[in-house]
């Protein structure tokens, strides 16, 4: 068991390098291009303030990426829940000391980058949780205790977020959380019993939002009620979407997203953007994409010695799922509009560094697929 445990903490630098998913790495690079690409298209044609700083970004998250990958499976397992604690210190730095932004306080001013802490806990819930059930016996997992202290870990970073205010990043949160309770072995009477709850409490839980949140639950349900105010976001997207066509009017001639019309086009909306210039085909080719990247992490979970590994791959592979299709979703009018990036193509540097750094994990399994963690 020992020989079985070091064995890939013997590999040479060069050995590590050709256990790489290089199909996984290929996705991230093409979805890397066409982000750059679209994001030189919301600068209209030219390489400004968006297109430069994204394309920095994604250069620099890449390779720490890279770096990270080299680092032994044991690293992360051992510090699983100092990496949670230290992003629930910042989102308590955020929520007390954090930017204002369009009436939000989520950054924090780390000189290099403005810092939203709420992104990187869509990664650090699934590391705690993947660590703490780890060696969790499976009649133990619904144990009184596990779950206590599972709902106490969840609904910190939640509670938090809420109060910066983010609704739609406090619920990507605790779906991240719930996925690696379910996929932990959590009896399914839990979450049967926890949605009926918040289905009975759900007119209650509406009373407490902003103004702003519940307009746009409002205008989700009838977006012509305010067409130039809450509705006018998922309007011109629905148009610019379907103005795309099976084709797409080409690269650089989206007439929604240069004639101005398309707000947030280069964070949220990105999607839409793509979708207006590159049609229905384009964006197929876009959902293969990601669907290979999705496959490829489950994949890479699948053939891990590691419980630990597994969960981590399998939690951050529904999680990729889930960011994806909300946003697809949101920009199409299938859901309400709420704060949800979409990983790697939308511009931000949080999302883009949390995304990374839940890939480079992914890496180091793949990389240390065979290490035995006690």
Same mark, same amino acid.
């Given at each position: 068991m020992l020989r079985q445990s070091s064995y890939t903490d013997?590999? *040479?630098f060069f050995q590590k390098l050709r256990s790489f998913d290089f199909v996984l790495l290929f996705c991230i690079l093409i979805l890397g291009l066409i982000s750059n690409l679209s994001m030189y298209s919301t600068d209209g044609g030219e390489f400004l303030y968006? +297109?430069?700083?994204?394309?920095?970004?994604f250069v620099v998250f890449f390779i720490m990426m890279i770096i990270l990958s080299f680092i032994s499976l044991r690293f992360w397992h051992a510090? @699983?829940?100092?990496?949670? @604690? $230290?992003?629930?210190?910042?989102l308590v730095w955020a929520s007390l000391y954090g930017i204002t932004a369009s009436g939000s306080q989520r950054w924090i001013n780390l000189y290099f980058i403005n810092l939203q802490p709420s992104e990187l806990m869509k990664v650090a819930i699934i590391v705690c949780f993947a660590r703490y059930y780890h060696r969790t016996q499976i009649n133990n997992i619904g144990s009184f205790k596990n779950i206590i202290l599972s709902i106490m870990i969840l609904i910190m970073p939640i509670v938090l977020v809420l109060s910066q205010p983010d609704l739609g990043t406090s619920i990507l949160i605790g779906i991240s959380g719930v996925v690696v309770l379910w996929l932990a072995g959590l009896n399914v009477k839990y979450f049967f019993y926890s949605s009926l709850a918040l289905l009975i409490s759900l007119p209650f839980v509406i009373s407490f939002?902003?103004?702003?949140?519940?307009?746009?639950?409002? +205008?989700?349900?009838?977006?012509?009620?305010?067409?130039?105010?809450a509705g006018?976001?998922?309007?011109?997207?629905?148009? @610019?979407?379907?103005?795309?066509?099976?084709?797409?009017?080409?690269?650089?001639k989206g007439t929604q997203s240069y004639l101005e019309?398309?707000?947030?086009?280069? *964070?949220?909306? $990105?999607? *839409?953007?793509? +979708?207006?210039?590159?049609?229905? $085909?384009?964006?197929?080719?876009?959902?293969?994409?990601y669907a290979i990247l999705i496959y490829r992490i489950i994949k890479i979970g699948s053939i891990s010695r590691s419980y630990f590994g597994k969960l981590f791959c399998y939690g951050f592979g529904s999680a990729i799922f889930v960011y994806v299709t909300v946003n697809m979703s949101m920009v199409l009018g299938l859901l309400p509009i709420?704060?949800?990036?979409?990983?790697?193509?939308s511009y931000g540097g949080s999302s883009m560094l949390a995304t990374m750094i839940g890939? @480079?994990?992914?890496?180091? *399994?793949?990389?240390?697929?065979?290490?035995? $963690?006690?």
């Open positions: 013997q590999f *040479t968006h +297109s430069k700083s994204h394309f920095i970004r510090s @699983a829940y100092f990496f949670y @604690a $230290i992003v629930l210190a910042f939002l902003k103004p702003y949140q519940k307009l746009r639950v409002l +205008s989700f349900f009838n977006p012509d009620r305010d067409p130039l105010g006018y976001q998922i309007i011109q997207s629905k148009i @610019a979407v379907g103005s795309g066509g099976l084709m797409g009017k080409g690269f650089l019309f398309l707000p947030e086009k280069h *964070t949220d909306f $990105i999607f *839409t953007l793509f +979708s207006e210039e590159h049609g229905f $085909i384009g964006s197929v080719f876009l959902l293969i994409i709420v704060g949800s990036p979409l990983p790697i193509m890939l @480079a994990i992914v890496m180091s *399994t793949k990389i240390h697929h065979k290490q035995v $963690i006690n």
